[in-house]
């Protein structure tokens, strides 16, 4: 992992003791995230994956305000996972499910939408095992970093053709991807 996911992952850890820094670092993730629900389609009951969620998992709790959709927020760091817990309890919102584990390797059959963030890798494993368990129709969207953070942020493995996309403002990145479901993708 680079130094700048790095950097985010230890100021969302510190930051969970602030609720004005979660806030001011999550205001401008809830466009995003909209953004994203609209291209994924997200329909009235689909399970719900927010694939490394961190300490703030600002990306869960807006897919779960935003849809009313049941959502689990995954990671792979357990430290991330307790400050997320802490945090959930501490905000009252007891509709987001914790879960360690890998987007890479974890069996993704119970969801119908993953959500990625910029900061997970590989991205190239996270995909395949998309493509590889997910049922049929799910949808996964992926943030693509922009070219210039390539040595910070793993950029989006090419041969992986996206269905749909979205623009999006970031500094970080310019886009949301859309891939679905289907075997063939690849
Ligand atoms: C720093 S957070 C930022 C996410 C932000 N809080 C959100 O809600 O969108 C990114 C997290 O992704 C996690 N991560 C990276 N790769 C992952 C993977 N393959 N599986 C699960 N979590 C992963 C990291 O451990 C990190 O905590």
């Known amino acids: 992992m680079g130094t700048l996911p790095k950097a985010v992952q230890l ?5 969970t003791i602030s609720p004005i820094m979660q806030e001011i670092y999550s205001y401008p993730y809830k466009k995003i995230v909209k953004r ?7 329909k009235h009951g689909e399970r719900i994956l927010s694939l490394g969620c961190g300490a703030i998992p600002f990306t ?12 689990t927020a995954l990671d792979v760091d357990p430290v991330a996972l307790e400050k997320a817990e802490t945090l959930l309890k501490k905000r009252g919102l007891r509709n987001i ?9 974890i ?10 963030a910029l900061q997970v890798e ?31 942020y ?10 749909g996309e979205v623009s999006q403002p970031m500094i970080t ?14």
């Open 36 to 42: 994203e629900a609209q291209l994924a389609e997200i």
């Open 60 to 71: 869960a709790i807006f897919l779960r305000e935003i849809t009313g959709n049941p959502v």
């Open 122 to 152: 590989p991205k190239k494993e996270i995909l395949n095992n998309f493509f590889g368990t997910a049922p049929k129709g799910a949808r996964l969207v992926m943030r693509a970093p922009r070219k210039i953070f390539y040595s910070s």
């Open 173 to 186: 990145f310019g886009k949301s991807l859309l891939y679905k479901g289907e075997k063939n993708n690849v």
């Open 97 to 105: 499910t914790l879960k360690l584990g890998n987007g890479a390797s």
């Open 154 to 163: 793993e950029p989006v493995p090419v041969g992986y053709k996206p269905q």
């Open 107 to 116: 069996d993704l059959s119970e969801y119908s939408v993953v959500v990625t």
């Open 11 to 15: 100021l969302e850890k510190g930051w």
